[in-house]
């Protein structure tokens, strides 16, 4: 059994930082890519920042530049660095991974973290 647990989430001010992490744990061999993504009241899921086990980064326009995403891999986890935040992040946020185990290749997804930007 793989389990994704992330960490890190919380309410900050606008124009504040907050660092998330989400480590796999269980029957995992190997690690492909892992992501971040988020999902607002109302809305769809979408897409934050990928990382693949290369090193090479994607990030949605809204963040460029204000988030960075990385991993270690000996750690199996993701982090994703969050500054200057805005009310608009405001959103759970989930991380994903595409993991090798028992059972082939598959993607997982943690249970999500609240990040609230708010004065």
């Known amino acids: 059994q793989v389990r994704l647990v992330e960490s890190g989430g919380g309410l900050v001010q606008p124009g504040g930082s907050l660092r998330l992490s989400c480590t796999a744990s269980g029957s995992i061999f190997s690690i492909g890519a892992m992501g971040w993504y988020r999902q607002a009241p109302g809305k769809e899921r979408e897409l934050v920042a990928t990382?693949?086990?290369?090193?090479?980064?994607n990030y949605d326009e809204s963040v460029k530049g204000r988030f960075t995403i990385s991993r270690d891999n000996a750690k199996k986890t993701v982090y994703l660095q969050m500054n200057s935040l805005k009310p608009e992040d405001t959103a759970v946020y989930f991380c994903?991974?595409?993991?090798?185990?028992?059972?082939?290749?598959?993607?997982?997804w943690g249970q999500g973290t609240q990040v609230t930007v708010s004065s």
């Open positions: 990382i693949t086990n290369g090193g090479n980064t």
């Open positions: 994903n991974l595409d993991g090798y185990s028992y059972t082939g290749w598959a993607p997982y």
